[in-house]
């Protein structure tokens, strides 16, 4: 079955930065669009970053342009997300999603905290 696997959140300062990974398997990693979303308490769930199968057309929400970078290694099946001057209002559980562009796809890993705080 498909898994996606979340890892690098944590507690981190505002101005710090963080690494996310997400390791897929049980699809054809290289033939999906990847992408992360987060979700903070009490709001919906939104897209923070997306990049094609081949990594050569990523977008980002407003909110986070030029602070994160989604990337991606096909040959490790695995797409990241550096997140660089991180404030208070990035603080959400983040989530790795598979086979959409822009939108969602059908696949969700399980999410993982991000707290930015003092």
Known sequence: QVQLVESGGG???PGGSLRLS???SGIIFSANAMGWYRQATGKQRELV???TNGGSTSMYADSVKGR???SRDNAKNTVYL???S???EDTAVYYCNAGGFRVPGP???QGTQ???SA
């Open 68 to 70: 994160f970078t989604i």
């Open 22 to 24: 997400c390791a897929a």
């Open 82 to 84: 550096q997140m660089n």
């Open 11 to 13: 507690l981190v300062q």
């Open 49 to 51: 970053a997306s990049i």
């Open 114 to 116: 991000v707290t930015v």
């Open 107 to 109: 696949y969700w890993g």
């Open 86 to 88: 991180l404030k208070p």
